[in-house]
């Protein structure tokens, strides 16, 4: 059965809901209910420094944002996936063939150490890297 690495941005879109999130991921997400899904911790990373650069400007928002990052911590304890030495290596290996923005590197390792697909709507960003990569934005 195939497993998932969710990129931030297919979370993020998820996180709108089912009347605001783009309809093919909306789809997707639903059919994916009995899959496999995974985050890299580095995911967290991520929201956490959103939900930071927020703050200083609109609180309520940041508010909004912390509440779902507890959500989404909670919802995924079981499929967070840590940053391990191996996962490290391989990042090094892939920075060697082309140097890419640091959380990148650390999802594309994460999804080739652990044979997970990544989905993800930069799918360019991860060309020529040998990692499997699922792209819930395309239509059709």
Not at 17 to 38: H, I, N, T, Y
Not at 100 to 105: G, R
């Amino acid at each position: 059965m195939p497993a998932f690495l969710l990129d931030t941005n297919v979370l993020s879109e998820i996180r709108k809901g089912p009347s605001r999130a783009q309809p093919e991921v909306w789809q997707w997400w639903l059919a994916m209910k009995d899959q496999p899904l995974f985050l890299s911790v580095m995911t967290l990373g991520e929201i956490r420094k959103g939900i930071d650069r927020i703050a200083s400007r609109d609180q309520p928002q940041a508010l909004l944002l912390e509440r779902w990052l507890e959500e989404v911590k909670e919802s995924f304890k079981a499929q967070l996936i840590d940053i391990t030495p191996a996962i490290a290596e391989r990042w090094g290996r892939l920075q060697a063939i082309r140097v890419l923005p640091e959380v990148d590197a650390l999802l594309a390792s994460t999804a080739l150490h652990h044979d997970l697909t990544l989905v993800t709507r930069n799918e360019v960003d991860f060309d020529g890297l040998g990692v499997r990569v699922l792209n819930p934005f395309l239509k059709g």
